[in-house]
Structures are given as C-alpha cells and as structure tokens.
C-alpha cells in the first residue's frame, strides 16, 4: 500500500532537480505521474527511467507560461486519465540581476514562468478537480518569496506571488475538498544553485543553522506529505525546508 495508490499526479518541471524527485518519490508510493517541461529530451528520458523501475510516467513538453497550452495539456491529460488528483507546481526559472539594471525582459520572464504558470494551471485544474471533489494542489514557492534578497528582485517578488496565490486558492477551494499548500525551500543542491560559486555557497552555509543544504528528496518528501491524504486537514499552509534559514 503506497500513500498515493491509484492517484493521477502533474509535476510541472519534472524532467529535472526537485521535480524530477518529486515525480519520482509519488510514483513510489503508488501514483501515475504526468511530468510537464519544456526540455523534452530530458522529461522523456526521466519518465523512461521511472517505467523502468515499473511504475508509470508520461512526459509532455508545454511550456508552462503558455496559458492557451496550459489549458490543452490539462484536458488532454483528464481525457487520457479520467482524473487529476494532484498538481505539482514546480517549474521554475533564475534571472537574477540588481534592481537599477534588471531587464524588463528578465523581469517578465521570471514572473511568467514562476507565478503565471501557478495561475494558467489552478484555473485549468479547478473544474476538473471540483468535479471529482477532491483534489491537493502544492506549489513551489521559496524562502526568499517570504525574506526577499538582494539581486533577486523578480524570483523573490514572483515566490511571494505564489504565496500570496496559494493562499487565495486555499480559499476558495477548501469548500470543494481542494487542499491547497505551498512549500518554501531553502537552498537546495540542484542545477539551480550549482551556479553558485564557492564564496557564494560558504556565505550562503552561514546563514542556514543546519551548516549543509539541503537536497531534492528533502523537498519531495514535504511535497508527498501535502499532496497525500496525512494532510487531509492542512490547507493554505506554507511549509519552509530549509535548514531552519527562514524561521
Ligand atoms: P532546475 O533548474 O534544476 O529545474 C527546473 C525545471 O523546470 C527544469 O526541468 C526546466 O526545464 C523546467 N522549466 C523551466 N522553465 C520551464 C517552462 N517555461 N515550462 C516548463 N518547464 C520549465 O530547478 P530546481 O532547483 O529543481 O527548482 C525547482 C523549483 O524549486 C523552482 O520553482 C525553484 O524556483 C524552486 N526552488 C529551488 C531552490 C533551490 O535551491 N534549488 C530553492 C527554492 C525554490
């Protein structure tokens, strides 16, 4: 018996880094995966590698901020699976950079990609799920949605977007049996933070009490414990894995 036998599962960014541990863990206990990215080579081989352990995985390549696309996938997807139990918003992109200098471009693709691909798909999902009665939305947020940082004007105000997102969503939804949570990680080693150097990772380690970052399955296993039935009673609830950094 797995925590999530039989359930329908979309990971945003699932080819790779936290999602692709995320999807995997769910497959682990019992769930069918739906992994969405735009790096096609890299989601169809994870989903590869998940079947071949003998659990089931589909890649689809959707570019998350697509709204039109968004809708398309989620229908395809509920026509294909009969349902969706459970959504990972995870997709997520970097362009860090000072205030005085950022782009307008860098500015608008962070927000798109991070917070309006939350919104394309909780709209796409809500009617599905309200008509199942039953559904458990996580989003990934970060603990600089909630602190801020210095050069990451749009990743930070685009993480507390999706707070600010999961919050209104839990709302609205509770009525209809939609749990809705976000998590906030701390430094996590992925291909994300690998970008750092030496001195920036050190000064990082300073300011996280547990002295070490953390890691995928850290993430995945919090996403597993939201979008499972052992928070049935948990929504709107944004969960910091961090090494204690943000408390
Ligand atoms: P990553 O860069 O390793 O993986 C991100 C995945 O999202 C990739 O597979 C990429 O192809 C996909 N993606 C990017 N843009 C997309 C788009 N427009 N449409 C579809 N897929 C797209 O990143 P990582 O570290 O695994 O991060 C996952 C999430 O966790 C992100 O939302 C990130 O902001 C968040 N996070 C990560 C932290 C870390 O320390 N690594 C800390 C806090 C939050």
Request: charged share 20%.
């Amino acid at each position: 018996m797995g925590l999530l036998d039989n359930k329908i599962a979309i990971v945003t960014g699932g080819a790779r880094g936290i999602g692709a541990k995320i999807a995997e863990r769910f497959t682990e206990e019992g769930a069918q995966v739906v992994l969405v990215d735009i790096d096609q080579e890299s989601a169809e081989a994870h989903a590869q590698a998940i079947s071949l352990k003998g659990a089931q995985a589909a890649a689809y390549v959707v570019d998350v901020s697509n709204t039109d696309a968004v809708k398309e996938l989620v229908t395809q997807v509920v026509k294909r699976f009969g349902r969706v139990d459970i959504l990972v918003n995870n997709a997520g992109i970097t362009r860090d950079g000072l205030i005085m200098t950022m782009s307008e471009k860098d500015w608008d693709s962070v927000i798109a990609v991070n917070l309006k691909s939350v919104f394309n798909f909780i709209k796409a999902i809500a009617r599905p799920m309200i008509r199942q009665k039953a559904g458990s939305i996580v989003n990934i947020s970060s603990v600089v949605g909630l602190i801020g940082n210095g050069g990451q004007f749009n990743y930070a105000s685009s993480k507390a977007g999706v707070i600010g997102a999961t919050k209104s969503a839990a709302k609205e939804l509770a009525s209809r049996n939609i749990r809705v949570n976000a998590i906030a990680p701390g430094y996590i080693q992925t291909a994300m933070t690998d970008k750092l150097d030496e001195k920036a990772k050190n000064t990082l380690l300073e300011l996280i009490p547990a002295k070490s970052l953390g890691r995928p399955e850290d993430v995945a296993n919090a996403a597993l414990f939201l979008a499972s039935d052992l928070a049935s009673y948990v929504t709107g609830e944004v969960l910091r894995v961090d090494g204690g950094m943000a408390m």
